[in-house]
């Protein structure tokens, strides 16, 4: 088998002019691909489709990342997810979007669809059979004392719809079975025929915690796709937002994750910081979640004298209190009983599922896109990638613990080191033919990864985005089993999935 970026150059036509590492290949070498992730050798970052095709992007042993496309004769293909469980999901998405059907595939469910689109959703090419939601049949768990007890997909709070099937014995969870899909918004959809600029808009709300990330990701893969350099500063100053976005994220959650163990203290306190750092990025870059400053090309606010005096008080005030808030956490043993030992991820699950973020570092899985393959500035900045094997809720605490202190440090170095002038914003060009771009960037739950392909007059042909949460929604059905229903709240903050990223 060669190397994936071998096959990619040697799928390549003398046509495609596109630099995304992307080919167009047989049947035959799809399932030596295929046959790669089975044997644990590559890794799945996505699959997608489009009328007639369907594209999978993989990760190989090396750290090099490509694109192989297959043509699917008659809408078929051989599937992904009966050799490699991680593709299930992404199958079942791509046949109700396209209705691509992967032979073999185990599990023939609708996922996104809940039986009411028929055939007039736009990305759908081939009529549905119309079939009720309440038709959906979750897998059955036999034995003697087992009953089932429902989840949503109304929820207490704010939160957004996602339906739990627990099946138990007393209050041991036996099985837990997720149905997502209620928040598909059409993201994709919406962006295709769009200009760039209207499109970057789109991406950056595909998950509202990780606007920044998506909107990095976006504007990377257009750069790529159409040979963008941009200006130093700017660059900088993407880091910088991404680093803060990470900060308040990570406060949020060690803070949350407390408090579904009923130590409110700790919530308290995390709120405050948290709050602290989105009152820090509104006065640095005039908006609380810095939603639209990134912006293929550069970035669309600079940093003001004003903006790094709070970014910088911040730092410090973190500085200050957060030592005494994980040493609460460490030292409060009725907040341990509830965190030590619950919902384990094995190491092997997570290197399957290439599970991202801190959900794999928790379960030894050392991968990180700021770091492999990497993006500027940080190949000049110095950080490191925390890393732990025991995979329960302590270990998902702990990892953004540690990433909350890189994250500060990165801060520091990069207003230590931010290269001075105005806010830049290279020029975007429109394309003569049609061109192709991939980006993978580090979102706080993990990476994002971003393709897209630009056709004539510069409109966006078609683009997608994968959220890391395709990837950990279901380890989170594994790591439920054998814990008391009681625990699911907090092992389901642990991960904090992102729901609407998922459903696109």
Not at 8 to 19: L, Y
Request: glycine content about 10%; some cysteine.
């Amino acid at each position: 088998m060669p190397a994936l970026v071998d096959l990619i150059e040697a799928g390549r036509s003398a046509k495609h002019h596109a630099p995304s590492r992307r080919a167009v290949v047989a049947p035959k070498i799809w399932s030596l691909a295929v046959e790669q992730l089975a044997e644990g050798r590559w890794s799945l970052l996505g699959l997608w489709g489009e009328p007639n095709t369907v594209h999978m992007a993989l990760l190989d042993e090396v750290r090099d990342i490509g694109v192989i496309s297959l043509q699917c004769l008659g809408g078929r293909y051989p599937s992904v997810g009966q050799r490699h469980p991680p593709a299930l999901r992404l199958e079942r998405a791509a046949a109700d979007l396209f209705g691509l059907l992967p032979q073999g595939l185990p599990d023939t469910r609708r996922w996104l669809d809940h039986g009411h689109w028929g055939g007039s959703h736009p990305l759908a090419t081939r009529p549905q059979p119309p079939a009720s939601a309440s038709s959906y049949r979750f897998l059955a768990a036999d034995g003697d004392g087992l009953h089932q007890i429902p989840v949503g997909p109304v929820h207490a709070g704010i939160i957004e719809p996602g339906h739990f099937r627990f099946t138990a014995s007393g209050e041991t969870v036996v099985r837990l079975e997720e149905r997502l899909g209620y928040v598909h918004k059409g993201i994709e959809g919406l962006m295709a025929g769009s200009p760039v600029d209207r499109a970057a808009g789109v991406a950056g709300r595909t998950s509202g915690d990780s606007t920044v990330a998506y909107s990095l990701a976006f504007a990377r893969a257009v750069e790529a796709a159409l040979g963008v350099e941009v200006p130093p500063r700017a660059l900088w100053l993407r880091a910088l937002m991404a680093e803060m976005e990470r900060l308040a994220n990570h406060l949020g959650d060690i803070g949350a994750i407390c408090n579904d163990a009923a130590f409110a203290l700790m919530h308290a306190h995390c709120g405050v910081l948290r709050e602290r750092v989105l009152r820090a990025s509104d006065a640095a870059f005039g908006h609380r979640l810095m939603r639209d400053c990134i912006v293929p090309g550069g970035v669309a606010s600079n940093l003001r004298e004003e903006g790094e005096r709070a970014v910088r008080s911040v730092i410090a005030e973190i500085r200050q209190r957060f030592p005494r808030l994980i040493e609460l956490y460490d030292n409060t043993a009725s907040l341990q009983d509830r965190t030590v030992g619950t919902g384990r991820l094995k190491v092997e699950l997570a290197r399957q599922y290439a599970a991202g973020g801190y959900v794999g570092r928790a379960s030894g899985r050392h991968f990180d896109a700021r770091r492999s393959p990497g993006y500027p500035p940080y190949d000049e900045l110095t950080f490191d990638v925390p890393v732990l094997e025991e995979g329960d809720v302590n270990a998902r605490v702990w990892i953004r613990i540690r990433e909350v202190e890189q994250s500060l440090s990165l801060v520091e170095q990069i207003l230590q080191r931010l290269p001075g002038g105005a806010a830049a914003r290279a020029n975007v060009p429109s394309t003569n033919g049609p061109r192709e771009g991939m980006a993978l960037v580090e979102g706080f739950r993990g990476d994002i990864m971003a393709w897209l392909r630009i056709g004539e007059g510069g409109l966006v042909e078609r683009c997608h985005l994968r959220d890391p949460s395709w990837f950990q929604w279901p380890l989170l059905e594994a790591a439920i089993e054998g814990n008391i229903v009681a625990d699911f709240p907090l092992c389901n903050k642990s991960f904090n999935c992102s729901y609407s990223g998922h459903d696109l």
